[in-house]
């Protein structure tokens, strides 16, 4: 039998078209980080040989120790991390520096998809469900007390794992719902609110799976959900005055426009925005980008690397990115859905989903849609730790569908 047989060779090669896509942007906005990107992509690739040759079932025997280590890695940034821009999410020794929170997601999907797959695990039942709840909130909370809100709401993702399982969807409606209006809220926009209020009581009828009986349970339920969202939505305000200046107007500046806070927490936004707007239909071309080459996006290389395919490679090329990442997280949850093996389909489940929220939220924040945090895009954004991590769960996801090509079970 040849060896090959089984490799997904259309997923490995928009892995590799992506991080080399990645490296010439990077190279174009600081090429030393560039030449530093390709070596990481590199590694990336040493260790992705590593895991194809290793057996399939380690990463499943191994989960618990792969999860507890990424949580005690997370809790020892609190004596021992280095403070970035209000978050003590790095590690640093001497040139070398680490970002546990990347390895949490990973040891996240793995820890995930080994309970999952035990022979005890039934998501209709309330133990179940409340100890996969658990195993996603210990680092999630972690996370939280970093405080590193994106990578929080990355771990949102795991959640789509479970819906596969069977998940009942009203999880889905009351979640994205309370974030909805809770980012209303922070906007004080009444007229908005009550607008989203009434869009939860129709959201809570269409995905309740029975038909509602409009009996007094069912009253009561539903007014209690709508009292709770009108809550949250007018303390969001209260929130927003507690919070520091610079996360305050992170979030005003997608009520208010990027232009009153040019020279604070717009500034990012609004060259950001300019450099994808000059780039028209076919961009500037390779290093001739003048809000790319000029350094006025802090971050371009990292969290803003969207904003220099847009000026340099134009629409055309922004839409062909956007195109490979569809292309690329479409086949993943292709193949997950394939798995013979439960542990294989929810970790690529796991994976496909951190991986969409990432590029939604990356790509949302660099266009002014989402407030600005710190999370990467996936392959792309500059940084080892990201990389390296991204690389692994690619690769451990393509072995284990090489596995299951390959079992006779």
Same mark, same amino acid.
């Given at each position: 039998?040849?060896?090959?047989?089984?490799?997904?060779?259309?997923?490995?090669?928009?892995?590799?078209?992506?991080?080399?896509?990645?490296?010439?942007?990077?190279?174009?906005?600081?090429?030393?980080?560039?030449?530093?990107?390709?070596?990481?992509?590199?590694?990336?690739?040493?260790?992705?040989?590593?895991?194809?040759?290793?057996?399939?079932?380690?990463?499943?025997?191994?989960?618990?120790?792969?999860?507890?280590?990424?949580?005690?890695?997370?809790?020892?940034?609190?004596?021992?991390?280095?403070?970035?821009?209000?978050?003590?999410?790095?590690?640093?020794?001497?040139?070398?520096?680490?970002?546990?929170?990347?390895?949490?997601?990973?040891?996240?999907?793995?820890?995930?998809?080994?309970?999952?797959?035990?022979?005890?695990?039934?998501?209709?039942?309330?133990?179940?469900?409340?100890?996969?709840?658990?195993?996603?909130?210990?680092?999630?909370?972690?996370?939280?007390?970093?405080?590193?809100?994106?990578?929080?709401?990355?771990?949102?993702?795991?959640?789509?794992?479970?819906?596969?399982?069977?998940?009942? !969807?009203?999880?889905? %409606?009351?979640?994205?719902?309370? *974030? =909805?209006?809770? @980012?209303?809220? #922070?906007? /004080?926009?009444?007229? +908005?609110?009550?607008?989203?209020?009434?869009?939860?009581?129709?959201?809570?009828?269409?995905?309740?799976?029975?038909?509602?009986?409009?009996?007094?349970?069912?009253?009561?339920?539903?007014?209690?959900?709508?009292?709770?969202?009108?809550?949250?939505?007018?303390?969001?305000?209260?929130?927003?005055?507690?919070?520091?200046?610079?996360?305050?107007?992170?979030?005003?500046?997608?009520?208010?426009?990027?232009?009153?806070?040019?020279?604070?927490?717009?500034?990012?936004?609004?060259?950001?925005?300019?450099?994808?707007?000059?780039?028209?239909?076919?961009?500037?071309?390779?290093?001739?980008?003048?809000?790319?080459?000029?350094?006025?996006?802090?971050?371009?290389?990292?969290?803003?690397?969207?904003?220099?395919? !847009?000026?340099?490679? %134009?629409?055309?090329?922004?839409? *062909? =990115?956007?195109? @490979?990442?569809? #292309?690329? /997280?479409?086949?993943? +949850?292709?193949?997950?859905?394939?798995?013979?093996?439960?542990?294989?389909?929810?970790?690529?489940?796991?994976?496909?989903?951190?991986?969409?929220?990432?590029?939604?939220?990356?790509?949302?924040?660099?266009?002014?849609?989402?407030?600005?945090?710190?999370?990467?895009?996936?392959?792309?954004?500059?940084?080892?730790?990201?990389?390296?991590?991204?690389?692994?769960?690619?690769?451990?996801?393509?072995?284990?569908?090489?596995?299951?090509?390959?079992?006779?079970?």
């Amino acid at each position: 039998m040849n060896w090959t047989e089984g490799i997904d060779k259309l997923g490995l090669g928009l892995y590799i078209v992506l991080c080399l896509f990645a490296v010439a942007n990077i190279y174009s906005v600081e090429p030393s980080a560039g030449i530093k990107q390709f070596t990481f992509f590199g590694i990336s690739l040493g260790i992705g040989l590593v895991i194809f040759f290793t057996r399939a079932k380690f990463f499943e025997n191994m989960a618990g120790m792969f999860y507890i280590g990424s949580v005690l890695l997370l809790l020892g940034l609190f004596p021992f991390g280095t403070e970035v821009l209000g978050q003590k999410n790095w590690y640093r020794f001497g040139g070398f520096s680490f970002q546990p929170v990347e390895f949490a997601k990973l040891g996240t999907a793995l820890m995930l998809a080994n309970y999952v797959a035990g022979p005890d695990f039934n998501i209709k039942n309330s133990k179940s469900l409340r100890t996969a709840l658990v195993l996603i909130g210990v680092p999630a909370f972690v996370v939280l007390a970093i405080p590193d809100v994106g990578s929080l709401l990355v771990f949102m993702a795991f959640m789509i794992a479970l819906y596969r399982e069977g998940l009942n !969807g009203w999880f889905f %409606g009351v979640i994205f719902i309370l *974030g =909805l209006v809770f @980012l209303i809220g #922070l906007g /004080i926009n009444p007229l +908005y609110e009550v607008l989203g209020i009434i869009a939860i009581a129709l959201i809570y009828i269409f995905i309740n799976q029975n038909r509602i009986s409009w009996n007094i349970i069912s009253i009561s339920s539903l007014v209690g959900i709508v009292g709770l969202l009108c809550g949250l939505s007018y303390a969001a305000p209260l929130i927003l005055e507690k919070m520091p200046k610079h996360q305050r107007e992170r979030i005003e500046v997608l009520y208010k426009g990027e232009k009153m806070f040019r020279d604070t927490s717009g500034y990012n936004l609004l060259y950001s925005k300019t450099a994808i707007g000059s780039g028209g239909l076919t961009g500037k071309g390779f290093r001739e980008g003048s809000v790319t080459q000029g350094k006025f996006v802090p971050e371009q290389s990292t969290d803003y690397i969207f904003c220099t395919v !847009g000026e340099e490679w %134009g629409f055309l090329g922004s839409s *062909g =990115l956007i195109l @490979l990442y569809a #292309l690329y /997280i479409g086949r993943i +949850y292709y193949l997950s859905e394939r798995q013979k093996s439960i542990f294989n389909r929810v970790f690529g489940y796991s994976f496909a989903s951190i991986l969409l929220m990432h590029f939604s939220i990356n790509i949302g924040m660099v266009m002014g849609l989402f407030p600005t945090v710190g999370i990467p895009l996936p392959f792309f954004s500059s940084g080892g730790t990201s990389l390296v991590t991204f690389s692994i769960m690619n690769f451990i996801f393509f072995k284990l569908n090489y596995a299951d090509k390959n079992s006779l079970v």
